[in-house]
């Protein structure tokens, strides 16, 4: 069973006895959950001093670290423990693998339904975690909170490494790394419709390098051209150079969502990416 700790698990309530929902993202041996939300689900007070995270619901009292998955627990039964991964922090703010529900009681009866010590159940909603696999050459990158951007790194046209160096982020989130782009974000996207769009970003350590566009395949479509599909804001794909970046607006194919993955393709460099949750 999932979440097993406490001294009197909650029980299943019915599908009309749903509270709310709770969004959960999708990890590994468990989702993640944040802890503002898990103290919402449980009643619970929190806090963060430093290192320490508490969480206070019912009289009991459990204490984590950033870092690590040890926990003590002053409820029944009382003891040290251990979570199924390490408590984290991010832009996003403090993660519990969602076991750490189950210090105060509550139960997951299903993979998309997790019951309170209150008895009242919640929908889960496990979110994709945005995340980058395959290439060492790909980084995922959180530029500010709430945003996620990959960087890709590719050889120059004559072959020396890593020479070009491309961020992609969804085109919606631009203003929070550029305020001062807000009003053409928003002109662009009016235009767009219901169309999805990433903003790219390309530079180079040596002048009048090539960029070889990039490829996208949204999960479970056609790729695009590598070419195809960008409209250029500033500068020139064929002459990037330290002082000379290339700013361009890449449109996804028609249906995609930023809420699944995405794989992105420079050259040899790939990632796969989903940018929103």
């Not at 959960?24 to 503002?36: K, T």
């Not at 496990?126 to 951007?149: N, Q, S, W, Y």
């Amino acid at each position: 069973m999932l979440l097993a700790w406490g001294a009197a698990q909650a029980q299943p309530a019915s599908d009309g006895d749903v509270a709310g929902t709770v969004t959960v993202m999708d990890g590994d041996p468990q989702p993640w959950i944040r802890a503002a939300d898990l103290a919402r689900l449980l009643g619970a007070e929190w806090v963060v001093d430093g290192e320490t995270v508490v969480l206070r619901a019912d009289g009991a009292v459990l204490t984590g670290w950033i870092g690590s998955p040890d926990i003590t627990f002053s409820g029944r039964p009382a003891g040290e423990r251990s979570l199924s991964a390490p408590i984290r922090r991010d832009a996003d703010g403090v993660w519990f693998p969602l076991d750490a529900a189950g210090a105060f009681g509550a139960a997951r009866v299903a993979d998309d339904r997790l019951v309170a010590p209150s008895g009242r159940a919640f929908a889960l909603r496990i979110a994709p975690a945005a995340r980058v696999r395959t290439d060492p050459g790909a980084t995922l990158l959180r530029p500010a909170p709430g945003t996620v951007a990959v960087e890709l790194l590719s050889p120059g046209g004559d072959g020396a490494p890593d020479v070009l160096a491309a961020w992609v982020t969804d085109l919606t989130m631009a203003p929070l790394l550029a305020p001062w782009a807000r009003a053409a974000v928003d002109a662009a996207l009016a235009d767009a419709g219901s169309a999805r769009a990433l903003l790219l970003v390309v530079t180079s350590l040596r002048p009048e390098q090539r960029h070889p566009g990039l490829s996208l395949r949204p999960d479970g479509m056609a790729a695009t051209d590598p070419g195809a599909r960008h409209e250029t804001l500033l500068g020139s794909p064929d002459a990037i150079g330290p002082d000379a970046p290339w700013v361009a607006v890449v449109w996804l194919p028609t249906g995609a969502r930023l809420d699944q993955p995405i794989e992105i393709r420079a050259r040899a460099t790939r990632a796969t990416v989903t940018f929103r949750r």
